[in-house]
């Protein structure tokens, strides 16, 4: 997925160090103001002292942007705080299910297709479907012919995300086009209960954060928390 992870902080890099620590002195802030008004009463001229008011004026400005840079403050802090218990709140949706939004993949003409789908029970029997987008079967998977990782034909298949490959081939036996296929699951558990699954749906294993962003495990990848559509 590309997902990498530098492995470097502030303490480690002494260069980072020093740009965090470089002041903007474009800016002037509270401290700067106050300095200006000492300096502005200390070189009046004593025979046209400062008005009264424009003093308290000037001192009531400089509680309004006092306040204003507390306010903003606060407020920085607050959205650390909110967007820290955000990132970390999504991990109590582990062991729940992600949906990707699409039931789709995308396949060239000659080539095998690989895909993953969940099942939420164990699979005694079962058929999985590839089709258009005007819903005609172009061909169809035997779950149970689907070899294992260590290359075991599985006449049942426990509840959990298995990955398929499809050769291309149609139902007459010639490489189907070029185009977006559909991908869902009809079978039957171990109970005897007809079920369905499809791909794009699959459990959250774990969540990742790196660099700001947030990703979930699902399946064998790990998918940025923005393309999850729904988590139930």
Do not use: C
């Amino acid at each position: 997925m590309g997902i990498t992870s530098t492995g470097l902080n502030a303490a480690t890099n002494p260069e980072t160090v020093a740009s965090t620590n470089v002041q903007d002195k474009t800016k002037l802030g509270k401290d700067d103001f106050m300095t200006l008004l000492l300096v502005q009463l200390q070189h009046q001229d004593p025979t046209e002292p400062m008005d009264s008011g424009a003093i308290l004026t000037q001192t009531s400005e400089l509680a309004a942007l006092e306040a204003s840079s507390n306010t903003n403050t606060a407020l920085e802090e607050l959205s650390a705080s909110l967007q820290s218990s955000q990132d970390f709140g999504i991990t109590s949706a582990i062991g729940k299910r992600a949906d990707l939004g699409s039931d789709a993949i995308s396949h060239d003409e000659g080539t095998t297709s690989s895909f993953e789908m969940y099942f939420s029970e164990d699979v005694a029997s079962g058929t999985i479907e590839i089709s258009d987008f005007e819903g005609n079967i172009v061909s169809t998977m035997n779950i149970q012919d689907q070899e294992d990782v260590n290359g075991n034909v599985l006449s049942q298949r426990d509840a959990g995300v298995y990955q398929f490959d499809w050769d291309g081939l149609g139902l007459d036996g010639a490489a189907v086009e070029s185009g977006i296929y559909r991908v869902n699951a009809k079978y039957v558990n171990a109970a005897g209960d007809s079920q369905t699954s499809r791909i794009g749906a699959y459990p959250i294993e774990s969540v990742r954060f790196e660099n700001g962003e947030t990703f979930v495990k699902v399946g064998s990848s790990y998918v940025p928390l923005a393309d999850i559509v729904e988590i139930y």
